[in-house]
């Protein structure tokens, strides 16, 4: 018996492993490695063991031996955890990746996707009817985590956040008992489930409303030098303000990379590239991406192109593909002072690789329910701010994380309240207030030790039941 599996006996597992028709997974094992594998390649973890159930009854089931076992539990949907929590040293990994599917009822329009179901399963089955969930960008990220963060996506201003299409979840609690949430049943949890959800329970499934759409949309970037970057913003800015819901839209700096992908005259340069995709006819594109048109040409892209939205929703999974280091931030603003874009570009100056720092467009319907409304913070900001970092080089590791946390603490200048949880790399005790503010961090640590006193769930961006913080305090 090896030093990580000290801390259950042979019997307990034997017994444990005659009941769970499910896959039980010990380090010994074939496959072992493969299995204990996560998106970000610099996290490296060795689990006592991994299981990955078939059944609600069997979530229970692996649930409560993990605690009878005093192991720490992790839970993996699609293994996208950005900061490792998907997975952990000396503990058990509860893989949800035998309970994946979705199932459609176009009458309805209603969805109802598994506990490990991929964004790629909702967006599909969806479609198949002409119809559409909001959710993230990447399609081998998990449904599970994406929505639980409160999940930001392409159609965030026409349709809301993944939360904001929620109808119900199904989870199992930190005491082994399958729990429905809804507007009507356990509101409160319900209100926790939506943005900073991993804290309690594990879901073995979600029901989302969904909303006519597709098959098609319009995709355009605008790349300009870096020295035009002010006349950029300003038009980007007036466009975000004025544009309607259909038009989703991002404001990027960094270098210009692969320098393949740019004419001669900027690749490999600082650059900013506007990227675009509007959900209305030619006409309509064409009126709300104006002030970008009123620059005059770029010096590459300027040209709104047709495509299906699974094929946009698709375009990123090559380039985001397993097996890269990743080290990102996020949070939001309402706008960039110029001493604050400059310092941007001094920063991009120095990027490593394709590093980068960029502003999505928020607005629309993600901003029409009251910031209160759910655990999700942010939401009324015109822009989610991000930095990110991929590279494959383990050396590299502290160059780019250093890049990285630099380039956010240049946008925190900026910064308006909240913090998104999907794009945190980093775990510490404090960061919760930096998420929720003080006036929700005091409701969740109420909701938490309602439903999680013991703080099982505690390998995410943790919501400490012990915490003291004074409910009438502000953010």
Not at 252 to 276: E, Q, T, W
Not at 296 to 307: K, Y
Not at 425 to 448: F, H, I, W
């Amino acid at each position: 018996m090896t030093a990580s599996t000290r801390a259950f006996s042979a019997s307990a597992l034997d017994r444990f492993a005659a009941a769970f028709a499910g896959d039980i997974i010990q380090p010994a094992d074939d496959g072992y490695d493969d299995a204990r594998r996560v998106w970000n390649a610099m996290i490296d973890r060795r689990p006592a063991l991994i299981v990955r159930p078939t059944s609600v009854d069997e979530v229970a089931m692996a649930l409560r031996f993990g605690r009878d076992a005093d192991l720490a539990i992790a839970v993996r949907s699609g293994g996208h955890s950005v900061a490792g929590h998907s997975t952990c040293d000396d503990g058990l990994i509860i893989d949800m990746g035998r309970m994946r599917g979705v199932s459609v009822d176009p009458r309805a329009r209603v969805a109802r996707a598994n506990g490990g179901a991929f964004l790629s399963e909702l967006d599909r089955a969806a479609q198949e009817h002409g119809l559409v969930c909001p959710v993230g960008v990447v399609g081998h990220t998990g449904v599970a985590g994406l929505t639980l963060g409160g999940g930001v996506g392409r159609l965030q201003r026409k349709f809301g956040l993944t939360i904001d299409s929620l109808r119900a979840v199904e989870l199992v609690t930190a005491d082994g008992r399958p729990v429905r949430a809804s507007r009507d049943e356990n509101e409160e949890l319900f209100w926790g489930l939506r943005g900073a959800g991993a804290n309690f329970g594990i879901v073995t499934a979600f029901e989302f409303d969904l909303h006519p759409f597709g098959p098609g949309l319009s995709r355009g970037l605008w790349v300009y030098p870096i020295d035009r970057v002010h006349d950029v913003w300003q038009a980007f800015h007036a466009m975000v303000t004025a544009a309607s819901n259909d038009l989703g839209t991002s404001f990027n700096v960094g270098l210009a990379l692969p320098a393949s992908d740019f004419p001669d005259s900027i690749a490999g340069k600082p650059a900013v590239v506007v990227a675009a995709g509007h959900l209305g006819d030619e006409a309509a594109a064409a009126r709300d991406v104006r002030p970008l048109l009123d620059l005059g040409p770029p010096v590459a892209g300027g040209t709104l192109i047709e495509m299906t939205y699974l094929d946009l929703q698709g375009s990123n999974d090559d380039t985001f593909a397993w097996g890269q280091r990743v080290y990102t931030k996020g949070g939001f603003a309402n706008d960039l002072r110029p001493a604050t874009l400059d310092a941007v570009v001094a920063h991009v100056d120095h990027a490593i690789g394709e590093n980068s720092v960029a502003l999505l467009a928020q607005g629309g319907v993600m901003a029409e329910p009251d910031e209160e409304s759910t655990a999700f913070t942010g939401r009324s900001a015109r822009y989610h701010t991000q930095c990110e970092s991929y590279w494959s080089d383990p050396a590299e590791d502290d160059a780019h994380i250093a890049w990285a946390r630099r380039a956010m603490d240049i946008v925190d200048a900026d910064a308006a309240v909240g913090r998104y949880v999907n794009m945190l790399a980093d775990t510490d005790p404090e960061l919760g207030r930096s998420v929720y503010g003080d006036s929700k961090m005091a409701r969740l640590v109420a909701l938490k030790r309602a439903w999680d006193p013991d703080n099982v769930f505690r390998l995410n961006q943790n919501i400490d039941p012990g915490l003291n913080i004074d409910p009438g305090a502000r953010a």
